[in-house]
């Protein structure tokens, strides 16, 4: 990338100021934010813009899936496979070329857009009165201007809907929410602890499981008061989350956490299904905007589901690999299963936490053992993490370090070709080193949502969630 002393300067103030905008305790108005906000990301996009070097999926699969949608072809089968998403992103990037802005400003111009709403968002998500400061820290933040300015990658388009349906499904009111609000784990505690563990069998088969299950879903299902608004929000937050589904398929990890901020079964039965919704809507919709036949919406979906053994650029794969960009389905499907297994654990572990840290912990969780990663998915967990930080100890050292490694990824290693040859490898390693620090940044100290405890112990003061309303930089540790 040109200019990237430049863009290296803009990106470390960011860092400063977040930083200390935490020390000091700012709590900026939001015109002051999104001007921080538009500032530094309207400068790099100009800059990235206007460089000899642009990134290499952003012209060849991204440009190509656009070009698609103005040749009527389906952007998948039209860019061959560079798109791999649902058409909602080219239509844009269509519309942008055929009112004929250069590619280099209008393809950015969709994710710096996208990124700028979410600055206030992050806000939102965070609450109570440290909102502004979350917001400013976000509007700072060096890994997502890159991504958005730089790179051109879509992820800020998912991230803005998919935060937008956290917000919209938490509604207004205390921003700490209680996870699973009725803990299987704790009911058989107590049984066993009441009658032991052979009573708490007997008692169990003479009850009767299904029969609990049934009882269970019918007390769920029954209307209560405020189910009217309660039902809304969940409506327009699984259309959010759809739309997220849209651009990107990685949002289906935010769906529990999603669903978990919902007061009801109901109301999360009725966002589970509108999530479906504007995905199946672009899809059945495509024969109408593009000349595109039944068959080809079929290769284009298998090309969708069609995920490509990559691996060797981030974690243990790059150790196991040399650091190079390779296919290994061997590598691919061992992580990916690993992926499905330590969901699963994180969502268990997490499964009484406020939902927003339930998703910090599952995304950080998938970094920590994916076998393959672009810089880019990095800004996953960045909003919520940024939102409800965990203690500074671990919260800084995740922030920067991702930032630093996307950031040398992005700005030394794009002056030339031979540079990137010859450092690929021990970049793509060196990120192993981020993982344990991944790792010690996920909520462990807020495994159990503060709204649990005091919805358990009305009476009993309960424990101030770390990061929240203080000033932790000034407390030790």
Known sequence: MDNAILTGIVLVTGVVLAVVAQWRGWRPSLPVVLAVGVGFRLLIMA????????????VNSFKPAGEAVLNGQDPVLGSKGGWHFLPTIPYVYGLLLWLGIPWEWGG????????????????RLAGGSVASLRAFQYACNPLAILVASVHGQVEPVALVFGVAAFVVARGPGDPDRPGL???PVTYVRQAVAAHGFGGAVRRAREYGIGRALRQGTARGLTPREGDRAALRRALFAGLLMGLALCAKSWPIWLIPGMLLLLPTVRARAVAFVATGIMPVLFIVTEPLLLNASLDEIVQALRTIGDIRPIVGEWGYSAILVG??????SGIATFGTRLIYVTVLVTAFLWRRADPVDLTTAVLLAFMVVTPRLGAQYLLWFMPFLVARPTPNRFYWPAVIGVCLWAGYGYLPMTQSWEIWSTQHAAW?????ALLPILAYAMPWDRRVSVACVQGEAPGRPA???SDRTENPVRTPG
């Open 47 to 58: 800059v990235a813009a206007m460089s000899e070097w642009q990134p290499v999926d952003f």
């Open 108 to 123: 950015r111009l969709v994710t710096v857009v996208a990124d700028i709403i979410l600055i206030p968002l992050v806000g």
């Open 181 to 183: 609000r009725h803990d």
């Open 323 to 328: 650091g190079d960009w390779t296919l290994d």
């Open 428 to 432: 793509a390693q060196a990120s192993v």
């Open 463 to 465: 424990p101030q969630p």
